[in-house]
């Protein structure tokens, strides 16, 4: 038939050498289990990437010779991934190469669709080279890289979910709190009004509470800016302009368009504008956008001063903070 696959018997060929383990089972023994190896270190990665991502916090550092001080989670996923794909491209290649059908053969092309019976003769090819792939004789290696397929699966789960936070759910959820102080940042030294003369901004977070550790995920959506105008300025109606202390008013950091830092204030016209896409927000107007794409103003958090005389939240922010794509229905 004009599609058999045929034994190559070209004279001009060089001979065909063959492979130590297609003759020695010990041989074949050894690469089997070095496979088997390969594909369980494969397995061992993926865990040591879920363990860095669930059990070890984004804080820790750790000391190395060649790297300095490094994130101790980064470095195991980075690691755990590295050794995942790494072993398992390894492990199929190593297979491939001792264990695999070792054979050169002469494939007829067709051009179109074949004849039923060269289909039929293709399924039987497949099955059969399957077959002497030997899946089913070497149920290590089957289970091994399962196992390390299977966990592998789980990598881009993991990926997806790092993206940013869960939409609405987290970001309904900051640290403030009624009475959470206001601190410098960096520095965490709690601010009096006096503090901040008037035009100045400061970048502020939540005073922690005792055992309570920051986190990169928290920073950002606790990151509240402080700006002092004269009270007079304000153009706001009686429950905004009951939010503010002494001509200082406190917005939420995130830009309500895709979360960039809102990082620029412009002293004189009284805007703040984020550096993404130049969204810009009026302060006098409870930072409502007067340019760009987002499509809501900064939320705005309410704020007091505490019997120590300390800026402290009045309740926390009323609304979810960052984009505001998350509430969209269309
Ligand atoms: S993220 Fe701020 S304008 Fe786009």
């Given at each position: 038939m004009s599609n058999e696959i045929e034994q190559i018997k070209d004279p001009g060929l060089p001979a065909h050498v063959h492979r130590q383990t297609d003759s020695d089972p010990i041989a074949a023994q050894r690469a089997e289990r070095q496979v088997a190896i390969l594909f369980g270190l494969s397995a061992v990665g993926t865990l040591l990437l879920i363990y860095s991502y669930i059990f070890?916090?984004?804080?820790v550092f750790i000391f190395i010779p060649?790297?300095?001080?490094?994130n101790a989670q980064q470095l195991g996923l980075g690691m755990g991934m590295a050794i995942a794909l790494f072993c398992i491209g390894a492990g199929a290649i190593h297979w491939a190469k001792t264990l695999m059908p070792d054979e050169e053969v002469i494939a007829h092309r067709h051009e179109f669709r074949s004849e039923d019976e060269d289909r039929a003769e293709f399924v039987k090819t497949v099955k059969a080279g399957a077959s002497a792939a030997g899946l089913g004789r070497r149920p290590l290696i089957k289970r091994t890289l399962g196992a390390a397929l299977g966990l592998s699966a789980l990598t881009p789960l993991l990926l997806l979910r790092d993206?940013?936070?869960?939409?609405k759910d987290d970001l309904?959820?900051?640290?403030?709190?009624?009475g959470t102080r206001l601190v410098t940042d960096p520095g965490d030294r709690p601010i009096r009004p006096e503090d901040l003369e008037v035009g100045a901004v400061a970048q502020t977070l939540p005073e922690l509470a005792e055992g309570e550790e920051r986190t990169l995920n928290n920073i950002g959506k606790d990151a509240v800016l402080l700006i002092r105008l004269r009270p007079e300025e304000f153009n706001l109606d009686a429950e905004r302009l009951s939010w503010t202390h002494e001509g200082i008013i406190a917005f939420s950091k995130?830009?309500?368009?895709?979360?960039?830092?809102?990082a620029l204030y412009e002293?004189?016209?009284k805007h703040l504008l984020c550096p993404?896409?130049?969204s810009t927000f009026d302060v006098t107007r409870?930072?409502?956008?007067?340019?760009?794409?987002?499509?809501r103003p900064l939320p705005q958090l309410a704020i007091t001063v505490d019997a120590d005389g300390y800026l402290v939240a009045?309740?926390?922010?009323t609304e979810p903070v960052g984009p505001s794509f998350w509430e969209r229905s269309s």
């Open positions: 070890v916090k984004d804080s060649v790297l300095g001080n490094t993206l940013g936070p869960l939409p309904t959820k900051t640290s403030w709190k009624a995130i830009c309500s368009h895709m979360g960039c830092a809102v002293q004189q016209t993404c896409h130049q409870a930072a409502k956008v007067i340019f760009g794409p987002a499509a009045q309740q926390p922010f």
